[in-house]
């Protein structure tokens, strides 16, 4: 594939083609993500919903090319192996990979003629994920909160949860806010579903697992936001939609506020905290008491 930019245009195309109505991705389990860390090239296929795909935006061939001078760089020294960034993938059925992200390195590793490519597999939430939980669930309300910038924080920036004990430890490295256990299990207990969202590309299974070792449950997890937002286009506000309509109200809880939101009006109710980092927990879970109780006045935007 180290062709010219029409072939490589062409070869995409096909395989965008060959991939309609054949090929959709699948859950890999814990020990096979953590073992697979390369896969030939070939056996990694483009996103069809991905702008890479896309005839009127398709690749960018300055960074391609940029890539590609990694790549004959890294050569050069190891004379084998490329071993940069992963780039990031859902096993498929019937074979192969998804890419997630990093289009660009892999066709650049396709124009230079690498056999193989490092990888990270993760297990992404879709669609029928999304409707599954709703058709589960029994609640009607949902707390969303994100988790780059409030649930997972440095040492130094917010009083911490101590790390999980090994083995755990060497599979979890995220550190989780002081108090957060302690708030989902109030949320749960009063009858709220806890939806995580992330601009990172997490495994949804990963998070999941993570919070069980601090008993505690998530209902659902949707991660690298931004860029699957950006490809979803109107299917992914069409989603988004379909879960706040499932619930009565969503409390949306950061780092300063907590915002009661309620569907299908423009009532909010807002839960200012006082901004000490230490205190965070305790004053969301205040708010949320606050709320089931009844209290605190309704405002206009």
């Known amino acids: 594939m180290a062709g010219s930019k029409s072939l490589f245009d062409e070869y995409l195309a096909q395989e965008v083609e060959n991939s309609k109505g054949v090929r959709f991705p699948v859950k890999t389990g814990i020990l096979s993500r953590l073992l697979i860390r390369e896969a030939r090239c070939d056996d ?6 991905d702008e890479f795909c896309s005839p009127q935006i398709g690749p960018n061939y300055k960074i391609i090319s940029a890539y590609q001078q990694q790549y004959v760089d890294a050569l050069k020294i190891s004379q084998y192996y490329y071993e940069g ?19 660009h390195r892999w066709a650049a590793a396709l124009r230079t003629g690498q056999a193989k490519i490092p990888i990270r597999v993760v297990n992404l939430t879709h ?3 999304v409707k599954k939980i709703l058709e589960n669930s029994r609640h009607t309300k949902r707390a969303a909160i994100d988790l780059d910038e409030v649930i997972f924080r440095r040492e130094g920036e917010a009083p911490l949860e101590r790390p999980l004990p090994f083995p755990w430890s060497r599979l979890y490295k995220e550190r989780i806010r002081l108090g957060v256990p302690a ?6 207990k009063n009858g709220y579903d806890i939806w995580l969202y992330s601009s990172q590309y997490y495994s949804t299974d990963y998070i999941q697992n993570l919070f069980r070792r601090y008993h505690v449950q998530v209902d659902g997890v949707i991660t690298a936001i931004g860029k699957r937002a950006h490809a979803a286009g109107d299917a992914g ?14 409390l949306h809880i950061d780092n300063e506020t907590v915002l009661q939101i309620f569907s299908g009006s423009k009532e909010f109710r807002d839960f200012p905290l006082g901004g000490e980092s230490a205190d965070w927990s305790k004053e969301v879970m205040d708010a949320v008491e606050t709320i089931e109780k009844g209290e605190g006045e309704n405002e206009q935007p």
């Open 237 to 250: 506000k069409k989603l988004e939609k379909q879960i706040t309509d499932k619930y009565q109200y969503t």
């Open 127 to 129: 669609e029928e994920d």
């Open 44 to 49: 990694l296929h483009p996103n069809p919903e």
């Open 183 to 188: 708030l989902f299990h109030l949320l749960a």
């Open 85 to 103: 960034e992963p780039i990031i993938v859902e096993r498929t059925h019937p074979d192969g990979y998804r890419i997630i992200n990093g289009h």
